[in-house]
Every structure is written in structure tokens, then in C-alpha cells.
């Protein structure tokens, strides 16, 4: 864990979820996205910050829910938008199924 973050508290998520159909938003609005990323406070599944309508960080705008984690294959990385600093949180369980992004090329 982090001694940069100090919003390790916020975090209620600890097990991800087993599969999603892609960025929550982006499912609604019938948009594309790139990579996946979901809230460690409420589970909101938004696309990352290559992707056109950059999800994740919107959501965060809207909730201030200050810490991500991504859920692409292979990665395990944790991002806190009030400190600015990425990390790995232990004791986040599970891995997630996710549909190829649209915009992979």
C-alpha cells in the first residue's frame, strides 16, 4: 500500500466483480472504449483516460470517489485521483472477464 494515499478508508470494494460487459457509461450512451478501470469505493466500471469519453475520471468528478483500480487482464494497479499517485493495493480479491475494447486495434 501507499503512504502517498491517505484515502486507503474509502476503499469498500475488496472483491471485483467476476465479469462486466464493458464501460457502464459507455453501454448506456452506445459510445466505445479503450481500457476499464472501477471505483474501489462503489464498483462504478468506467473507461480510462485514452478512451474518448474518459468515464472513470468523470465518475470520480461526480462523486469524488478518489481511488481506481484497473481490471484489464494482467494488470493489478490502483490510482488515487486526490493524491496523484499510482499503487498496488493488496487484498483486493478476484479477477474480472472483460469483453474486447471496441477500439482495440
Same mark, same amino acid.
Given at each position: 500500500m501507499s503512504e502517498l494515499c491517505i484515502h486507503? +478508508? #474509502?476503499? =469498500?470494494l475488496h472483491e471485483l466483480p467476476a465479469s462486466v +460487459? !464493458? @464501460?457502464e457509461d459507455c453501454l448506456r450512451e452506445g459510445s466505445k472504449w479503450l481500457h476499464l478501470r472501477v471505483c474501489l469505493t462503489c464498483g462504478h466500471v468506467g473507461c480510462c483516460d485514452s478512451s474518448p469519453n474518459r468515464h472513470a475520471t468523470a465518475h470520480h468528478h461526480a462523486t469524488s470517489h478518489p481511488i481506481i483500480r484497473s481490471i484489464?487482464? !494482467?494488470? +493489478? *494497479?490502483? *490510482? @488515487?485521483?486526490? +493524491? #496523484?499517485?499510482a499503487f498496488v493495493l493488496h !487484498?483486493?480479491? !478476484? =479477477?474480472t472477464r472483460i469483453p474486447p475494447s471496441p477500439l482495440a486495434f
Amino acid at each position: 500500500m501507499s503512504e502517498l494515499c491517505i484515502h486507503l +478508508d #474509502e476503499v =469498500t470494494l475488496h472483491e471485483l466483480p467476476a465479469s462486466v +460487459d !464493458g @464501460c457502464e457509461d459507455c453501454l448506456r450512451e452506445g459510445s466505445k472504449w479503450l481500457h476499464l478501470r472501477v471505483c474501489l469505493t462503489c464498483g462504478h466500471v468506467g473507461c480510462c483516460d485514452s478512451s474518448p469519453n474518459r468515464h472513470a475520471t468523470a465518475h470520480h468528478h461526480a462523486t469524488s470517489h478518489p481511488i481506481i483500480r484497473s481490471i484489464e487482464p !494482467g494488470e +493489478d *494497479w490502483s *490510482w @488515487c485521483y486526490v +493524491d #496523484e499517485v499510482a499503487f498496488v493495493l493488496h !487484498g483486493i480479491r !478476484g =479477477t474480472t472477464r472483460i469483453p474486447p475494447s471496441p477500439l482495440a486495434f
